[in-house]
Each structure stands twice: as structure tokens, then as C-alpha cells.
């Protein structure tokens, strides 16, 4: 009996460290660590690499908080409430859906994002994704709710804007991989295309490797991860993927990578794109950092949007 209740012991401690190390990994993978009071103010994304962009940043910034715009908001399939900024080009063109990327907001992430809609004649809806900004939430799930959430926006632009508008999913980062995720369901005829800015092939890849990054064993913590994100986070990190998505994808889809970007790796959107069964097109951008290849190379990024969607009939300019 003795060795009975020795027996029981190990084996509650091992399922009590075992949960504890879950919830130490949710907590620093998924858990949002948003202020509590959230700033309309422009702030650059941490890290060296955006410095030297500093000032060209915050004139689109500032830029942005002086157009026109409209906040909206919808209801998420679990109830947060998600909210967005409407800015429109002209009455009638075309809207980017823009998603940012991992505990970021739209403004910050995007920027740039509205003048470069304005440059090809459209509009631009920039959404706060779950967890961030000033939508509602504490989880990020790294595409697999926000994939639900991006389906969501769409329905919402079709009753908002009219049965005609013609939608271009947008996203960067963890949003870029949202979007193609999204696109991987049936859409509506309103969605004509899709534009990924350095996206991750999938949440399991990138925990990997950022996992190495942190000079940890990634085969033997990746487990932890995923069972904090089931246990903690109520939903399954596996469950979807850019890489799997971008294979049932039917609109034309337009890929962009830094190739200096050491954050996700510029070979997870060349995956993406090799495994995408649609129109598809690869732009990687020399010396460009994470997120960086507009910035970097503002003038052929625009010509080669413009050029992409032309050749694939999606209009750049309201007629």
C-alpha cells in the first residue's frame, strides 16, 4: 500500500508539472498582453530593424489620423466585440480587409497600408484583431479563431458596403496567414483577391522556431504549447494551416517576403506559395526585415500589386 500511495504521488506531480508548464506556455504564446488603456497614438513595433523607418512611419501615421474615417464593429462568433476603421478612397472602390500581426494593431502594423490603398484607388478597412487594440479578448490563437473572425468581416463588408463590393484580403504576419487561411473556405464572389505580406506556413512551424530561437528543445516543448492552447486557450493549434489552406484557394493570391527577416523565416511564404493551387505570384525583397518590404521598396511594391491584380482582372483604380 505503501508503494501504492508513493506511486500516486509521482504520478500527481508529474500531471501537476506537466499542467503547470502548459499554463506557463499559453500564458506566453497566446495570452494578449495588451494595456489596459489602449492609445489611438502611433508606436513603433519593437526591434533595431524599424529605426531606421522611424520617421517615414510616423508621417504615415500621422497622415492616417488626419483622413476621414469611420469605425465599425461586429460581434465575433463567441461574442467579443471587434473593431475597425473604415477609410474610403472613393465611394464604390475596391476595400482591402487588413489584418495585422501577433499582439499588434492595425495602425501600427499597417502602416503605410491606407496610402498604399489610396496609390491603387482603393479603400481600406483596418481591424483590430482579437486580443489587440481596441477589440475585445485575451487569447491570440494565431489564425485559428481569427480565421472565423476574418469571415466574419467579410459578411459584415457585404451588408455594410452593398451586395457589389469587391473585397482584397489583406494581412501581415500572423494576419498574413490569417487572411490565407480564410481563403481557403468557400468565400463569396465579392472577395477577388488575396495580398500576404511574410506570413508563417503554419503555428506549429513558427512556435518551433521561435522556440529555437530561445535556445530551447522545440520537439520537447512544442508539446506544451499545444496543450496550454487546448487546455487554456480552448482550441486546437492544428486545427488549420496557411500551408494546407493556400491549396483549396481559388482567388489570385500575391505573395510578399523580407528577405532579411528573421522573425519568419522569408522560406515559409516560398512554401506557402509553391503549395498555393491558385493565380499566384512571389515577391521577395532584398534586405527587408520582418514585415519591411513596403518600406524598403515602396515604389516596385506598389507596381507590382498593381501589376499582379491588373493581369488577373481585379481593378487598381475606380473607373
Request: one cysteine or more; aromatic letters at 12%; hydrophobic letters at 40%.
Amino acid at each position: 500500500m505503501k508503494f501504492l500511495y508513493i506511486g500516486l504521488g509521482i504520478a500527481f506531480f508529474i500531471v501537476l508539472m506537466v499542467l503547470l508548464i502548459s499554463f506557463v506556455c499559453f500564458r506566453i504564446a497566446f495570452f494578449s498582453k495588451r494595456e489596459k488603456e489602449v492609445s489611438d497614438e502611433f508606436s513603433l513595433p519593437d526591434g533595431e530593424i524599424y529605426k531606421a523607418y522611424k520617421d517615414v512611419m510616423q508621417k504615415w501615421a500621422d497622415e492616417v489620423y488626419g483622413t476621414e474615417t469611420e469605425r465599425v464593429e461586429i460581434t465575433s462568433f463567441d461574442g467579443l466585440t471587434l473593431r475597425g476603421k473604415f477609410y474610403e478612397y472613393k465611394k464604390g472602390a475596391p476595400i482591402e480587409l487588413m489584418l495585422h500581426g501577433y499582439r499588434g494593431t492595425a495602425e501600427r502594423d499597417l502602416c503605410g497600408g491606407v496610402q498604399r490603398c489610396f496609390a491603387l484607388g482603393r479603400s481600406a478597412l483596418l481591424v483590430d484583431q482579437r486580443g489587440c487594440g481596441h477589440s475585445d479578448g485575451k487569447i491570440i490563437s494565431f489564425g485559428i479563431k481569427e480565421k472565423r473572425d476574418c469571415l466574419d468581416w467579410i459578411d459584415f463588408m457585404i451588408n455594410h458596403f452593398g451586395s457589389d463590393v469587391k473585397i482584397i484580403l489583406t494581412g501581415i504576419s500572423m494576419g498574413a496567414s490569417t487572411v490565407l487561411m480564410a481563403a481557403g473556405e468557400e468565400l463569396p464572389e465579392n472577395v477577388v483577391g488575396v495580398l500576404a505580406d511574410c506570413g508563417f506556413t503554419s503555428a506549429k512551424e513558427i512556435m518551433k522556431k521561435v522556440i529555437k530561437d530561445m535556445n530551447l528543445p522545440p520537439n520537447l516543448s512544442y508539446p506544451f504549447v499545444k496543450l496550454g492552447a487546448r487546455l487554456y486557450g480552448g482550441f486546437n493549434i492544428e486545427e488549420n494551416s496557411a500551408k494546407e489552406a493556400v491549396k483549396r484557394i481559388k482567388v489570385p493570391v500575391i505573395f510578399f517576403h523580407g528577405e532579411s527577416d528573421d522573425f519568419v523565416p522569408c522560406d515559409m511564404s516560398k512554401e506557402n506559395y509553391k503549395e498555393c493551387a491558385a493565380p499566384k505570384k512571389l515577391i521577395t525583397v532584398a534586405g527587408a526585415g520582418h514585415g519591411l518590404s513596403f518600406p524598403v521598396d515602396e515604389k516596385n511594391y506598389l507596381k507590382e500589386v498593381a501589376d499582379f491584380f491588373d493581369n488577373n482582372g481585379v481593378p487598381t483604380k475606380v473607373l
